[in-house]
């Protein structure tokens, strides 16, 4: 079973940045799409960025110009790179991955890490 590790989080003053990793444990694993998810106190969970395998990163509008989203397949890790932190960004990001146990037809199974702590104070 995949499992995910996330770093990078901290605190950090708006305007800062912060850059946040995701490694799959095994890398021989069938990985499909990756991504950042977070989730602000009081709020739901919502989509950051993700990339499927060979594709390019997609980002939620309230990132979009701000953060970028990289992969490294050979790793089976993604890193999150966030400039321009504002008070908002605050919370908890998940990475997540989609373990692919199945092409014909195809199915996948949602694997997430135990998150990560971003802080942004003004």
């Known amino acids: 079973q995949v499992q995910l590790v996330e770093s990078g989080g901290g605190l950090v003053q708006t305007g800062g940045s912060l850059r946040l990793s995701c490694e799959a444990s095994?890398?021989?694993?069938?990985?499909?799409?990756m991504g950042w998810y977070r989730q602000a106190p009081g709020k739901g969970r919502e989509l950051v960025a993700n990339v499927r395998k060979g594709g390019t990163p997609r980002y939620g509008d309230a990132v979009k110009g701000r953060f970028t989203m990289s992969r490294d397949h050979a790793k089976n890790a993604v890193y999150l790179q966030m400039n321009g932190l504002q008070i908002e960004d605050t919370g908890v990001y998940y990475c997540n991955a989609e373990e692919v146990v199945s092409s014909l037809p195809y199915y996948g199974l949602d694997r997430w890490g135990n998150g990560t702590l971003v802080t942004v104070s003004a």
């Open positions: 095994e890398s021989n694993s069938n990985i499909g799409t």
